[in-house]
């Protein structure tokens, strides 16, 4: 077996990288591993009795640094050499106290489902990132953590690095989300895994439920009630026995957003999406994609393990301006950059409403978008209301024109988005820094070249 490293060295080497503009894209690609369920099998299975097998974890830097974390924390995580994760767990209640920093890198997710999984034992844990995770905001976690008993010192707004001094002895409580977040969601339930009786999130709008899909999965109650105005209750049943499992991670449907948008942009592409993860509260890009007019045949629709998946057939379709709605925010929150590049390309105009959680992303997306799109001689507003307006450049006969360098603020997901755009521009495209693309999609390059993408150094 090979030992991963328990700690992830600091991404550190900037990487510029440069687009120029593609034939058909074709081919039939696994893309790697969803990220959100990686974080979340590493995290259970730390806490399950017994081991978890992972196939097909995701084995990006955000991950990585989740798996350092839980070996810090007492679980063993290993890789063994045909790439299956195996996780031998402590038990619930029997994380150890780590003595070294926990270093999360770019990942929100890992910062906050971890600080609730830590804020429920008595153990006190010291949290860091990187740059850009550092500026995030945590207080939407630690407010609802506290109200459970949990204490934390933290820099202003609750900014990492923070102190989590955890407890074995939390109160449950009832907590309706401010904010769409599937990661707060997520905190308050693994906090109440070890919390005696009943903790319970309403969210007003439907955010991933990949947390409580896993937790069931492992062996939890959490249950569900529809409340009189339309909200949902999510309740976990604390101390429950959890069990190693195995797990099948799906292919990231974030991910393949960025070689299905590919696809449809560029004239004769036929491309294969395989095993890609088809949950509903993630597919809200697909959706506002066919409602463009593209074409995507969901082929061989399954269940692996509590999870839907799907082939995902994508052929060259001239795309059409849309409204997207602000309820559809949460469904597809990470796809809006690789949306406003396909609305870039599109006929007519795309306008994309209720952005606001888009400025507290890996950078303030919105800005990043709007900015880079604008260097590429894109028109694109940004309203007060935080809605996006992209005036297409499709039917004109003349792609948007590019030829700039669009900047990154270490956002891996603005740096894949402009390089697709720059296989549609009439110039290349080019990304300040494509480093971080390993925090989310290791391979990327390589995989999109593989397709018929130009995309290299720059
Ligand atoms: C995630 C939830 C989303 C998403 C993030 C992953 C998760 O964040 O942006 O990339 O795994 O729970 P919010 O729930 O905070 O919007």
Redesign the pocket.
């Known amino acids: 077996m090979t030992q991963a490293p328990a700690t992830q060295a600091p991404i550190t080497q900037v990487k510029p990288l440069r687009s120029a503009a593609t034939g058909a894209i074709q081919g039939s690609i696994r893309v790697p591993g969803d990220k ?1 369920i990686s ?1 979340r099998s590493l995290m259970l299975g730390a806490i399950a009795v017994g081991e978890t097998v992972i196939h097909g974890l995701l084995e990006g830097e955000d991950v990585l640094h989740t798996a350092a974390a839980m070996r810090l924390l007492g679980a063993q995580a290993e890789r063994d050499a045909a790439g299956v994760w195996r996780v031998r767990g402590v038990g619930l209640g029997a994380l150890q106290e780590p003595a070294q920093v926990l270093d999360m890198g770019n990942s ?2 890992a910062a906050r489902l971890l600080m609730g999984l830590v804020a429920g034992h008595p153990i006190t844990c010291v949290f860091t990132g990187d740059a850009s995770l550092n500026k995030r905001p945590m207080a939407r976690v630690t407010k609802p953590l506290e109200e459970m008993g949990a204490r934390f010192v933290g820099r202003s707004g609750g900014r990492l690095p923070l102190t989590v001094v955890g407890s074995g002895d939390l109160v449950p409580i009832s907590y309706r989300l401010p904010v769409a ?4 969601k ?1 905190a308050i339930l693994l906090a109440g895994l070890n919390t005696a009786g009943a903790t319970t999130v309403i969210e007003a709008e439907p ?2 439920d990949h947390t409580e899909l896993m937790l069931r999965h492992f062996g939890a109650t959490v249950t569900t009630e529809r409340l009189a105005d339309g909200a949902l209750a999510v309740t976990v049943t604390g101390q429950p026995e959890l069990t190693g499992r195995t797990i099948h991670v799906p292919a990231d449907p974030s991910s393949a957003a960025f070689p299905a948008v590919a696809a449809l942009l560029r004239p004769g592409s036929e491309l294969l999406l395989n095993d890609v993860g088809m949950n509903p509260r993630r597919t809200g890009l697909y959706d506002t994609l066919v409602e463009m007019g593209a074409d995507i045949a969901f082929e061989n629709r399954r269940d692996q393990a509590g999870e839907p998946v799907a082939d995902l057939r994508v052929r060259h379709s001239a795309l059409k301006g849309v409204v997207v709605p602000a309820d559809r925010a949460p469904s597809m ?2 796809e809006y950059p690789v949306l406003a590049a396909a609305a870039a390309c599109a006929e007519g105009t795309t306008v994309m409403l209720g952005l606001k ?1 888009l400025r507290v ?1 890996e950078s303030d997306r919105l800005a990043m978008v709007a900015e880079g799109l604008a260097r590429c001689g894109v028109s694109v507003e940004v309203g007060a209301d935080d809605s996006l307006t992209v005036h297409g450049t499709g039917g004109t006969g003349k792609g948007p024109k590019g030829g700039a360098t669009v900047l990154t603020a270490m956002d891996h997901r603005i740096a894949m988005s402009f390089l697709v755009l720059g296989m549609a521009t009439e110039e290349p495209v080019s990304v300040d820094d494509g480093a971080f693309i390993d925090t989310s999609f290791p391979g990327f390059v390589g995989l999109m070249n593989g397709l018929g993408a130009k995309i290299g150094e720059a």
């Open positions: 959100s974080h929100g997710t977040s599937a990661q707060v997520s955010t991933r929150i990470d959680e992303k």
